[in-house]
């Protein structure tokens, strides 16, 4: 735990920790009320379940989202920006990112919410970690942000959003050319609560939008806490000390072990060297000492680019075939000396979020159920944009792509509204609002966080 460090830290740097692990909990809370509203909106707007139902119902399974969402979307966050700069600076330069990147995130969401406009945290915390990690890099000359895991994520959040939309449409029509009770395209009776059937599926495609949205959006929380942690801590939290160091080098061994066995053929020296580099990096961790800050920050370097060098291998196919597996298995176990989030971290993150799901949900919920489309939102409507997020989400957790929960959702409402009543059935101004937020959060957050990195260098 967090707290078992703080006691080594001064006065002031432990009270800049709290004030961010307390600003990482407030933007994963605010994420809840923010983007989990899309969830609950459909299971509201067609009486499924009573709004303080739905949005307790849909806290507990963004909770559970988290808790065994693993940590692949998270890993993909922290990449965003120059980590292995960011552990060799002072406190004070380390204390601005963060802060610069919370605060940034934390105003842009706030904003939006208040207007009640769909807008994506996704977008709001991608903006603002390349926005400080840009400022960052542009006084250190280091590494700068990782613009090639920027790249692959903005590509995503930029194809989500369509995709949803026209699974939507696409899943409307296949409802309707299967499915002959027509009482699903009807609007809700407000006297009556839906038969039972109608309601298992509308609560059961909510639960999943809501367990993928915590697996997915709820990651990027845990992302966040990790940036903090191994801002202030990087020794606790940069080198996972929970799993023996006996361990890693069992594995670095192996792979040495399996390359030298199979180097045979055209690709012997290649594979040779390979195996060399891993022998060094056992070498390594014969002598490092576990409490010298440098030793481990260069040991953790040595692992990173022992494994970019076997995964590229891998992906050529480089690597003889019949150790293939067991460098992949060795692989995994590598990456986990850096790639890991400590449990207490993923419960905290995981409260945040469903807790921020049950309050300050209204506003955006009414821009989904009654802002988007002219007519009101039918049971076919409602199942087919949830069944289209969830799908989307998860599909990306997998891959450990981060989306956004608002846009893919939003626009699975607006593509059922046009499958519904054409083009002329959405709001054009509810539309263009949404619009004007997904293109400008990207770049509003970015020089936001990127001036406040600058303002804040200078005060700590």
């Known amino acids: 735990m967090a707290l078992a460090f703080i006691a080594d830290l001064s006065t002031s740097t432990a009270l800049l920790l709290v004030i961010c692990l307390i600003a990482v909990c407030f933007f994963e809370a605010i994420n809840g009320f923010h983007d989990t509203a899309n969830a609950v909106a459909t299971v509201i707007y067609t009486k499924t379940l009573k709004p303080m139902n739905a949005v307790i119902w849909s806290g507990i399974w963004n909770f559970l989202g988290v808790y065994v969402g693993g940590i692949a979307v998270a890993m993909g966050i922290i990449k965003l920006i120059p980590l292995n700069d960011l552990i060799l600076q002072p406190i004070g330069e380390n204390s601005a990112l963060v802060l610069a990147i919370l605060l940034s995130a934390i105003v842009w969401n706030l904003g939006t919410w208040y207007l009640g406009i769909p807008c994506s945290s996704s977008h709001t915390l991608i903006g603002s970690l390349l926005g400080a990690g840009f400022a960052f890099y542009s006084i250190h000359n280091g590494s700068g942000p990782n613009w090639g895991k920027a790249a692959d994520i903005g590509l995503s959040l930029l194809l989500s959003p369509a995709f949803g939309f026209s699974l939507a449409i696409m899943l409307m029509y296949l409802l309707r050319t299967t499915i002959k009770n027509k009482v699903i395209f009807k609007e809700p009776d407000k006297k009556k609560t839906p038969p039972m059937w109608i309601r298992a599926i509308l609560v059961t495609t909510c639960t999943l939008v809501s367990f993928f949205h915590g ?17 202030f801590m990087p020794l606790q939290y940069a080198f996972n000390h929970e799993v023996p160091l006996d361990k890693f080098k069992a594995s670095v061994r192996n792979v040495e072990y399996q390359l030298n066995t199979a180097a045979t053929g055209v690709d012997a020296e290649h594979t040779r060297g390979l195996a060399a580099v891993a022998g060094k990096v056992a070498a390594e961790m014969d002598n490092v000492d576990m409490k010298n800050k440098e030793q481990v920050f260069a040991l953790r370097k040595s692992i990173q680019s022992l494994n970019k060098s076997l995964e590229a291998d891998l992906k050529t196919k480089a690597i003889p075939s019949q150790v293939e597996g067991t460098i992949r298995h060795e692989l995994k176990t590598l990456k986990s000396a850096y790639e890991f989030a400590p449990l207490w971290a993923i419960i905290l993150i995981a409260l945040c979020l469903g807790i921020g799901t049950m309050i300050g949900w209204k506003r955006i ?13 039918t049971y076919a409507q409602g199942a087919s944009a949830e069944i289209c997020a969830a799908a989307t989400i998860g599909v990306s957790t997998a891959f450990g792509l981060p989306v956004s929960t608002t846009h893919v959702l939003s626009s699975g409402i607006a593509g059922t509204m046009v499958a519904a009543g054409g083009i002329k059935n959405l709001q054009k101004k509810t539309i263009k609002n949404i619009a004007i937020a997904w293109v400008l959060t990207l770049p509003v957050t970015f020089v936001l966080a990127a001036i406040l990195f600058f303002f804040l260098r200078m005060v700590l």
Do not use: P
């Open 365 to 377: 919920v009414v821009t989904i159920g009654e802002k988007i489309g002219k007519s009101h939102l």
């Open 215 to 231: 697996s997915n959006d709820g990651q990027k929380g845990v992302g966040l806490l990790l940036v903090v942690l191994i801002a």
